[in-house]
């Protein structure tokens, strides 16, 4: 009911100021103040009001009741539409948290298999460096050829030059062009 009141006055003070700019040739130069200009605006609203008839009164108040009853229910469903937006943000927040929760568990999972990687690596340096370069070559020749670089590029250069020797020439050839990529 506030809208139809608040739309029925703006309704009634926009034909009243329709009218006083057409009297405003008769008042030039006059000045009011605001109570005169308001009781002018209601003089002018209740005889622009008399000229209707009363049906078309009633029929003009039950579509504003109608537009007004629009607005309400337009409202309620923005109202509806930003607490399922809200709740949605909350949804994607807790996700969002979740995800990277689990990101940094796979990273800490990932951190600590690289870790173990190096210290069996530098186990395997260690064992390597201890043996023969005639046994070196041949574990090193059915080692995984990544894991086989990583020993290789820890033990010493003048080890390293006997261990390819050792080795069959196709396996020392594939290892040093490994071993000499991963070193850049």
């Known amino acids: 009911m506030k809208y139809f009141m608040s739309f029925l006055f703006i309704f009634l003070t926009m034909i009243s100021f329709s009218n006083a700019q057409e009297k405003e040739g008769e008042n030039k130069g ?3 103040s605001e109570k005169e200009f308001l009781d002018a605006v209601e003089k002018e609203v209740q005889t ?7 049906q078309n009164l009633v029929e003009l108040s039950q579509e504003f009741m109608k537009k007004e009853r629009s607005l309400e229910l337009k409202e309620l469903e923005l109202k509806k539409a930003k607490e399922a937006l809200k709740a949605s943000e909350n949804d994607l927040k807790k996700n969002i948290s979740s995800f990277n929760g689990r990101s940094q568990k796979l990273l800490g999972c990932l951190d600590e298999h690289d870790k173990n990687q190096r210290k069996r ?9 201890g043996m023969r370069p005639q046994s070196a070559a041949e574990v090193l020749s059915v080692q995984d050829v990544e894991i086989a670089v990583k020993i290789l590029g820890a033990l010493d250069p003048g080890k390293v030059s006997k261990i390819f020797n050792s080795m069959d020439k196709e396996i020392s050839a594939r ?10």
Request: no cysteine.
């Open 30 to 32: 006059k000045t009011y």
């Open 48 to 54: 622009r009001l008399s000229r209707y008839k009363p």
């Open 121 to 129: 690596v530098d186990h395997m340096v260690q064992v390597v460096s």
């Open 175 to 184: 290892l040093q062009k490994q071993f000499m990529s991963m070193k850049r």
